[in-house]
């Protein structure tokens, strides 16, 4: 009987990451959207599991905002940071045929990006 508790929990677990992941990816597809010069250029080709982090403070976040890569606009609007935890997803994409890698630190509420950068 433990057994049955122990693969129906696991099966929870899975299918809540999954819906984390697919939120995840919506929100970076949307923040690239609006913040791209280019956008037409940008050609997806993975996002890796998504993870939390307690690990980046207020300081860091304003060196990302700094440290925005060229094919980005200067005047990105980020999400405020909502409390200690962050979501964080990899991701790799083409741009102008160029590979591309960045991390994404999402809020804990998934509502919107609060730092990005390039691997």
Known sequence: MKRIYIIIGIGVLLLASCG??????SIIKDFMKANVEDYSK??????????STR????????????????????????QKRDGKTLWLLRTRYLM???TCSATFYIDKELT????????
């Open 20 to 25: 984390r992941r697919q939120e995840a990816k």
């Open 42 to 51: 940008v050609d997806y080709l993975e996002f890796y599991d998504i993870d």
């Open 55 to 78: 690990n980046i403070s207020d300081s860091l976040i304003q060196v990302m905002h700094g440290r925005t890569p060229a094919h980005f606009r200067r005047d990105i609007s980020y």
């Open 96 to 98: 102008d045929k160029d």
């Open 112 to 119: 919107g990006v609060v730092a990005f950068k390039e691997n």
